[in-house]
């Protein structure tokens, strides 16, 4: 019995690394070559970094079967990729992730090439002021790269953020520079070089696969992972409507978890549901600081926070583990846990 898994992202390739170390056939289909750390593409888009590549290879249990393509279309059994190939699978696993282009003109760093993009146009015009729109943490993330880079920026928030956190990122951020409008704009219609953090856009894959998505396109699963009346589909990541914030904190256990009810069922056993909790949420603020803030298990925020400098070097560190956990699971099989749900 052969397993598919569609995307390479942190979801993907932690579900991969989980299989095959278990004796799996696996199979991964990626349109490129290499891994991508989503977490680092601010830096990417502003020029602090070259890329967020990493050769597959070295995240990647050896025993996977990478078939570089682009899925275009699920059922009956296979894939059908761009390329025109019809894959056929045993059981899929859907991690293809975040990424598809904004329809309103302004740029993106979901995805790699949609980062590259907003970094071609910051370097054809380097005096440009640039506004960011959202403060969420990619919003933040990214006017404080550009501030590190010496642009101009104005970050656009529809109202004051109720998380403690965020208060303090758009504090810091105003201190070092970055103007903050609270107001409801439309991206569309605002001039110069602007990014949409708003929020994330997927794929079209699972809507023209006829499969069951949400209003917003991601698949729809069950609690087990499980596609809804495709009982040999699974999904994970964040292409897959969930109640949980996209992150790679979430994606890797959720990549984990569905490769274990996966092997659950080669057993004979039906597959447990997922569940999950948080410890931190880590934000690079620019210029080697940021801001760690505790979390409880259902994502509402702790008392404590670490700031400044040492928040940057926590931040960094949790980056760097993102990469340890995936060859941590590629080398050893069961290796990678998460916290417990709340």
């Known amino acids: 019995m052969t397993t598919t898994v569609l995307g390479a992202g942190y979801a993907g390739v932690m579900a991969a690394n989980r299989l095959a170390g278990r004796g799996e056939e696996v199979v991964l289909v990626t349109p490129e070559p290499w891994f991508v750390e989503r977490i680092r593409l601010h830096r990417v888009a502003t020029g602090l970094r070259e890329n967020a590549r990493l050769d597959l290879k070295t995240v990647l249990n050896p025993a996977v079967e990478v078939i570089e393509g682009t899925a275009t279309k699920i059922g009956d059994g296979k894939v059908q990729l761009a390329s025109g190939e019809n894959l056929p699978y045993d059981t899929l696993l859907y991690a293809i992730g975040s990424g598809a282009s904004a329809s309103n003109g302004s740029y993106r760093i979901v995805s790699e090439r949609e980062t590259e993009r907003l970094r071609d146009a910051l370097a054809e015009a380097p005096e440009a002021p640039v506004t960011v729109v959202g403060a969420g943490l990619t919003g933040v993330e990214l006017a404080g790269a550009l501030r590190e880079a010496g642009r101009e920026v104005k970050l656009i928030t529809a109202a004051t953020p109720e998380r ?47 499969l069951p998505v949400d209003e917003s396109g991601r698949l729809l699963v069950d609690e087990q992972l499980t596609v809804p009346g495709h009982p040999n589909i699974l999904g994970a990541g964040d292409a897959v409507h969930s109640s949980f914030r996209a992150a790679c904190a979430t994606a890797l256990p959720m990549g984990a ?64 583990m993102t990469v340890r956990w995936l060859t941590q699971e590629r080398d050893r099989a069961g290796r990678y846990s998460w916290p417990a749900g709340a």
């Open 164 to 210: 403690r956190a965020i208060q303090a990122h758009l504090r810091f951020l105003a201190k070092h520079g970055v103007e903050i409008e609270f107001a409801r704009v439309d991206p569309a219609e605002i001039e110069g070089i602007v990014v949409d953090t708003t929020g994330f856009t997927v794929p079209s894959l699972a809507a023209d696969s006829g």
């Open 257 to 320: 978890h569905a490769a274990d009810v996966i092997i659950e069922r080669r057993q004979g056993q039906s597959g447990k549901p997922f569940r999950m909790g948080y410890v931190l949420q880590c934000t690079d603020l620019g210029g080697g600081r940021g801001r760690v803030q505790f979390l409880h298990p259902d994502d509402t925020e702790r008392a404590i926070a670490i700031d400044g400098r040492a928040g940057g070097l926590v931040k960094e560190t949790i980056c760097r």
